[in-house]
């Protein structure tokens, strides 16, 4: 007897597409077939699309995010968009405190996390201070413990790291057989046009994407290339925004390097010209990189269509928009340089990649599934218990009406932001129901599951380290 038995729908891997019903038992996937005999629950697919639920190896939480700037989501509102979406498991980062232990910040995200979640989650690290004591004992004993990944950044007050200290992590990384994940801008172009543009009494929202212009994002990207290839550690370039930095990668992967890229559904569906709003609605879209122009979104598509980036994530990281302690930053800091950076979009970056990707024809579904769901749980250690359909995989499972039709709101993601970058857009095909460990978290549209059901999972070293 299964526990449940998810009949007559149409599966889809990263590899492959094949109709069967689907037996689970005591969370995992026990049985692929037909005539799966008697099951407590059965769940009818019948004309609907059964993908492995979504993984989004790219989501803030909870992170502290300057003076006075408070985070939108917290792990329960975060997680809960994130299901609503059709994701399984999101993978946050724990940033260190500048002069706090790292093991101390760690602590810290799990106490906010604990009997909060929705989706299974796992962190990543984000390295801003790499002192002797974390490059020498924390970073090693973190990577042993299961933290298999860490982001580092080459540009941000309090987070830049230097060259030197680059290769220092790297280093570490080599040792530990670790993946180090890079924001990849350059610092100094960005301080220098920031000043500028104040100086000029340029400090409307609109100027951010200038301040960040596609060079200081290509330049970087082949300078982390080059560290990382020096150093011998795989690297995944999160967040690329355009056609220069992609042709980085690309150039660095038929070399042999073991280079990775991101994209997320900013890149590929907004534009710089959503920064010039009234007032200050420009803000909404303020992230970095920023969105950049139709050309950029075009070589966007052919990075995810040709294999150069392997992983498709949100970037979630949501302020509410009319807030003080959000976008709506405090008077007298009123220059685009105070908007904090970042906007939500956990619970929309699936229907967006199935409705402008799978059902416009740019991409077909196998590649779907690789890019939110196979190649995140490759590269971060999880695969094959996250990831895939397949006996013995955990029952992850999201279970997609590809016809139906809906304008986007809001109000249909349910996280804590008080707005989406996306408003409007015309989505066809939506996540209905959705299992995480064989577990209805969302049926038929509707939020079933109690938080607390997601679990915190340690991760393996990379498949790529
Ligand atoms: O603007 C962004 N992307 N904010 C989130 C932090 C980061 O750099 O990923
Ligand atoms: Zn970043
Ligand atoms: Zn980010």
Redesign the pocket.
């Known amino acids: 007897m299964f526990d449940t038995v998810i009949r007559g729908g149409r599966i889809s891997t990263a590899a492959d597409t094949f109709s069967c019903d689907i037996g689970i038992s005591d969370g995992r996937i026990a049985a692929l077939g037909t005539d799966l005999g008697p099951a407590r629950e059965v769940i009818d697919a019948t004309g609907r699309w059964v993908l492995p639920g979504g993984i989004d190896s ?1 989501v ?1 939480i909870s992170q502290p995010s300057g003076e006075g700037i408070v985070m939108a989501d917290d792990f329960e509102s975060a997680t809960r968009s994130a299901v609503i979406g059709g994701n399984t498991t999101v993978l946050p980062f724990c940033l260190q405190e500048s002069g706090a232990s790292l093991r101390e910040s760690v602590q810290a995200y799990h106490a906010k996390a604990e009997g909060q979640c929705y989706t299974d989650i796992s962190f990543h690290l984000i390295i801003s201070d790499p002192t002797a004591q974390v490059l020498g004992q924390e970073l090693p004993a973190l990577v042993r413990d299961g933290y298999t990944s860490f982001k580092v ?1 080459m540009t941000y007050e309090g987070l830049a790291l230097n060259d030197r200290q680059m290769l220092e992590v790297m280093a570490v990384a080599r040792e530990t057989r670790a993946l180090v994940m890079v ?1 990849a801008e350059n610092y100094d172009i960005i301080r220098f046009l920031t000043d500028r543009f104040e100086a000029d009494g340029k400090t409307a929202p609109k100027f951010h994407a200038p301040s960040r212009p596609v060079i200081a994002e290509r330049e970087a990207t082949h300078r982390a290339i080059s560290l990382a290839e020096l150093s011998d550690v795989p690297l995944m370039v ?2 690329v925004s355009n056609r220069e930095a992609m042709e980085e990668i690309r150039r660095a992967r038929q070399r042999g390097l073991k280079i990775f890229g991101e994209t997320c559904p900013q890149y590929l569906v907004l534009t710089e010209g959503d920064l010039d709003g009234l007032d200050m609605e420009g803000a909404k879209y303020v ?2 990189p920023p969105p950049r122009d139709l050309a950029s979104q075009q070589a966007c598509w052919e990075g995810l269509q040709q294999g150069v980036f392997s992983v498709f994530s949100s ?1 979630h ?1 949501p302020f509410r928009y009319d807030d003080p302690q959000g976008k709506l930053v405090p008077k007298g800091r009123s220059s685009f340089r105070w908007v904090p ?2 906007i939500p979009g956990v619970g929309a970056r699936l229907p967006i990649l199935f409705s402008e990707g799978v059902m416009k024809g740019r991409i077909d579904i196998n590649r779907f599934v690789a890019l939110t769901a196979t190649n995140h749980a490759r590269t971060y250690g999880l695969y094959p218990r996250k990831g895939t359909v397949a006996v013995g995989a955990d029952a992850d499972l999201a279970i997609w009406d590809p016809e139906r039709r809906q304008t986007l709101t809001h109000d249909m993601l349910q996280d804590g932001s008080d707005y989406t970058p996306y408003e409007g857009l015309e989505i066809t095909g939506w996540p209905m129901t959705t299992l995480v460990r064989g577990r209805v978290m969302v049926r038929d549209g509707a939020l079933e599951g109690t938080k607390g059901s997601g679990i915190y999972l340690p991760r393996d070293i990379s498949a790529y380290a």
């Open positions: 790219h803030h950044f924001h999160v967040h992230c970095s970037d990281c950076n970042g």
